[in-house]
């Protein structure tokens, strides 16, 4: 069974950083193109970010790009999401999400990585 | 980007049939067949219903169906059961080469 399994998130300050974590198994990750989704808290789903299966083709939400950064380690099954200039709106539950084969098509997801971003 | 307009809430009795609408652009829901459905129920992650306007993933059932008429998808939910009572997401991928949500339909089951 796919498993992925995200960590990382906290409290953090207006303006700090924070890296995420996904660890994924039971799949060949590499072959999988992988997505960052978020929840703020009682509202609806945002698309984050969006990395191909190599890396090397990376697409960000308007509202992130500058800030965050997705990355992925292939050998070590790993999906990473760097946060820097946090603000109070990006706090959210941070879910990782596989994406089965259309951009939007995403067949798992983990079970989501509380972020709160407050002074 | 601008969210996708999905109705905020639906109702229906068990055993009935309802549609969820969810209408964007050209640039996004009628431009592409790349437009998916997931149910979320609370504290849980979302969970894919439908791909690609009209397809189920193995494992969904055959009472959900997806169809999609120019700038409006639709997600229909036929015998309507206890268990559908969730949150109904659209989403659609967009000429930007992003990702575009709906904003989110509260199913209750009556």
């Known amino acids: 069974e796919v498993h992925l399994v995200e960590s990382g998130g906290g409290l953090v300050q207006p303006g700090g950083s924070l890296r995420l974590s996904c660890a994924a198994s039971?799949?060949?990750?590499?072959?999988?193109?992988m997505h960052w989704v978020r929840q703020a808290p009682g509202k609806g789903l945002d698309w984050v970010a969006h990395?191909?299966?190599?890396?090397?083709?990376?697409y960000y939400a308007d509202s992130v790009r500058g800030r965050f950064t997705i990355s992925r380690d292939n050998a070590k099954n790993s999906l990473y999401l760097q946060m820097n200039s946090l603000r109070a709106e990006d706090t959210a539950v941070y879910y990782c999400?596989?994406?089965?084969?259309?951009?939007?098509?995403?067949?798992?997801w983990g079970q989501g990585t509380l972020v709160t971003v407050s002074s | 980007q601008s969210a996708l307009t999905q109705p905020a809430s639906v109702s229906g009795s068990p055993g009935q049939s309802i549609t969820i609408s969810c209408t964007g652009t050209?640039?996004?829901?009628?431009?592409?067949?790349?437009v998916s459905w997931f149910q979320q129920h609370p504290g849980k992650a979302p969970k894919l219903m439908i791909y690609?306007?009209?397809n189920r993933p193995s494992g969904v059932s055959n009472r959900f169906s997806g169809s999609k008429s120019g700038n409006t998808a639709s997600l229909t939910i036929s015998g309507l059961q206890a268990e559908d009572e969730a949150d109904y997401y659209c989403?659609?991928?967009?000429?930007?080469?992003?990702?575009?949500f709906g904003g989110g339909t509260k199913l209750t089951v009556l």
């Open positions: 039971e799949f060949t990750f590499s072959s999988y193109e």
């Open positions: 999400a596989r994406e089965r084969g259309h951009w939007n098509d995403f067949d798992y």
């Open positions: 050209s640039s996004d829901v009628g431009g592409y067949d790349y």
């Open positions: 989403c659609s991928y967009t000429s930007s080469t992003t990702v575009v």
């Open positions: 990395i191909s299966g190599s890396g090397n083709t990376i």
């Open positions: 690609d306007v009209t």
